[in-house]
């Protein structure tokens, strides 16, 4: 069994910064894809960034140049830099993570159970 553990939410005000972790734990043979997800009140769960176990990322247009996605493979943990946040940022986010387990390996996709960020003054 492989658990996700989310951490980092909270209340900021525009233009403030908070860092999103997700760990996984579990029995982890590897981990390919990391995401994060945000939904806000209203409105469909969408993508935010990405990054493979290569270390490539993708971001939407919305947060290019204000997230930052990495990971550290040795902790099996996720990162989500958010810099000069708005408003519209507020929603609850949600890693993603494409893992690896049992014997033979399958990899399936688990979901953290989400952390809220609020931006507001």
């Known amino acids: 069994q492989v658990q996700l553990v989310e951490s980092g939410g909270g209340l900021v005000q525009p233009g403030g910064s908070l860092r999103l972790s997700c760990a996984a734990s579990?029995?982890?043979?590897?981990?390919?894809?990391m995401d994060w997800y945000r939904q806000a009140p209203g409105k469909q769960r969408e993508l935010v960034a990405t990054i493979t176990s290569g270390g490539n990322t993708g971001y939407a247009d919305s947060v290019k140049g204000r997230f930052t996605i990495s990971r550290d493979n040795a902790k099996n943990t996720v990162y989500l830099q958010m810099n000069s946040l708005k408003p519209e940022d507020t929603a609850v986010y949600y890693c993603?993570?494409?893992?690896?387990?049992?014997?033979?390996?399958?990899?399936?996709?688990?979901w953290g159970q989400g952390t809220q960020v609020t931006v507001s003054s």
């Open positions: 579990g029995s982890i043979f590897s981990i390919n894809a």
């Open positions: 993603m993570l494409s893992v690896g387990a049992g014997r033979p390996v399958v990899f399936y996709n688990y």
